[in-house]
């Protein structure tokens, strides 16, 4: 009898037949559920999407003209001003600072950018690199957006610092330090402080099911739930000590993995994800929720040099952070294959083993998924788009459109 996985092996081969590997694909039908089913956990409350979790603008655009996605979280200044121009979004938040000199005149220097764009800071040195490139008073009004670290301390004082669960990002940590920064920008002409965004990276990009690690994953679920007790209180303490400062538009925060749980907080008031849309393997190791698999991308067998197992060419598509297994792509259709341990995903040929090798000959297809989702897009110059069993269109991605902005 034929699993749901060899059915949409035989559905992707049979669409993209006329293709030649390597390439990648998104899968409409279950970008679309995805995409429901994030807001459907969002209830009610509006989903920022990341762009960078997509790197594409007709997907971008998907996704934008769907009830409950409102604005683009961007990942540098350059992209926000493309897809502002470019008419994807009219409400672009830089998820990160900038020191793009470039991309800061350009913003400073056009009044329709300064109002479609919001950047983040987190010091008052990121507010001086921005007066020095363009003077207050001779450049529009420029919005920002002050990130609340997010990460736990679990222990008090400077042991507490060096006690850190979570990613290194913004120093403003406390409530009094967001005050503290908050009056600062007030203080400065040329800004106006409209937005507080802080993202639980612990807890919405870390799984807590990692299979094979019963252990670990205890521990994970363990200090989430500590450390978002702790988050809960002291974001609202933080969002408070802004408001006595500056009139607030939004308080953004979460991600995929964290979307149902960040919507309960009151101080929140919109949300960001991108990844479940595509649904990377990173996110298989979600308890709450785990997203569709929706982009894929096939490679060629090209020998078969032994038993159990062939050959692919290309693959070494590894996804950023921390250099283990778990960035690796993973051999998805036909089922039953998995990556060697001594050669991995590599450069120019990846041999995989497994079950389902011999029946693999020269010139058959493996379908992979990628760890991590917009990362695939730098791979490619488009997405061919998948609904049942034909191709109904391609969509340039970023790199297709020749914009490379990190």
């Given at each position: 009898m034929a699993t749901e996985r060899d059915t949409l092996r035989q559905r992707l081969d049979?669409?993209?037949?006329?293709?030649?590997?390597?390439?990648?694909?998104?899968?409409?039908?279950?970008?679309?559920?995805?995409?429901?089913?994030?807001?459907?956990?969002?209830?009610?409350?509006?989903i920022r999407i990341a762009s960078k979790s997509l790197r594409c603008r007709p997907l971008l655009d998907r996704a934008l003209g769907r009830p409950g996605w409102q604005g683009v979280m961007a990942y540098t200044l350059g992209e926000a001003i493309w897809l502002v121009r470019s008419g994807v979004t009219a409400d672009a938040l830089v998820g990160y600072p900038t020191a793009d000199r470039a991309a800061l005149a350009q913003l400073a220097d056009d009044a329709e950018l300064a109002a479609a764009i919001c950047l983040m800071v987190d010091?008052?040195?990121?507010?001086?690199?921005?007066?020095a490139v363009a003077t207050p008073g001779r450049r529009a009004e420029l919005r920002i957006c002050l990130e609340l670290d997010a990460s736990w301390r679990p222990l008090p004082g400077d042991l507490g610092a060096r006690v850190h669960v979570g990613t290194r990002r913004s120093p403003v940590h406390s409530a009094a330090d967001a005050g503290t920064l908050a009056a600062a920008i007030a203080d400065r002409p040329g800004f106006r402080l409209v937005g507080v965004m802080s993202y639980e990276a612990h807890i919405a990009g870390l799984g807590d099911a990692p299979p094979g690690q019963a252990l670990r994953g205890a521990t994970i679920r363990l200090l989430q739930r500590r450390s978002y007790r702790e988050l809960l209180n002291r974001r609202a303490a933080a969002v408070a000590a802004v408001r006595q400062h500056a009139d607030l538009e939004f308080v953004n925060a979460g991600g995929t993995g964290s979307i149902a749980l960040t919507t309960a907080d009151p101080a929140v008031t919109e949300l960001t994800a991108g990844s479940g849309l595509y649904g990377p393997t990173l996110f298989d190791a979600y308890r709450a929720w785990r997203p569709t698999p929706a982009a894929f991308f096939a490679l060629s067998v090209v020998r078969r040099p032994g038993h159990k197992v062939a050959t692919l060419l290309g693959g070494g598509w590894i996804a950023s952070g921390a250099a283990d297994r778990s960035r690796l792509p993973v051999p998805w259709l036909p089922s039953g294959l998995r990556?060697?341990?001594?050669?991995?995903?590599?450069?120019?040929?990846?041999?995989?083993?497994?079950?389902?090798?011999?029946?693999?000959?020269?010139?058959?297809?493996?379908?992979?998924r990628h760890a991590k989702a917009g990362e695939l897009a730098e791979r490619v110059g488009e997405l061919h788009l998948v609904e049942g069993d034909q191709v109904v269109g391609s969509a340039p991605t970023y790199r297709g459109e020749s914009r490379t902005f990190l």
């Open positions: 049979r669409a993209t037949a006329h293709l030649e590997p390597p390439f990648a694909v998104v899968d409409l039908t279950a970008f679309d559920a995805n995409a429901a089913a994030l807001t459907g956990r969002a209830a009610g409350k509006p010091s008052t040195e990121q507010l001086d690199l921005i007066d990556l060697t341990g001594t050669e991995g995903a590599g450069e120019v040929q990846t041999p995989v083993t497994g079950t389902s090798a011999d029946g693999l000959r020269v010139g058959d297809r493996v379908w992979f």
